[in-house]
């Protein structure tokens, strides 16, 4: 049932395009895409480092920490 649920065509996003282009106008779209975009590439960048801070040997923090 959920697949179901989440399972868009071209008409549904066509149709979801549309409302957006109506809420927002054709000027505030670039603006809140560059916006997602922003957002989307800072989450990247903290999920990099979690898994750089995951994937470092516990020696090296533990000198860290003695500094």
């Known amino acids: 049932m959920n697949t179901l649920l989440f399972a868009l065509g071209a008409p549904e996003i066509i149709i979801i395009a549309l409302v957006v282009l109506l809420l927002f106008g054709g000027k505030k779209i670039p603006e ?14 903290g999920m990099h480092g979690v898994e750089d801070e995951i994937k470092k040997p516990v020696s090296d923090t533990d000198t860290k920490e003695k500094e």
């Open 32 to 45: 809140l895409m560059r916006g997602v975009g922003k957002g989307v590439k800072s989450f990247k960048e």
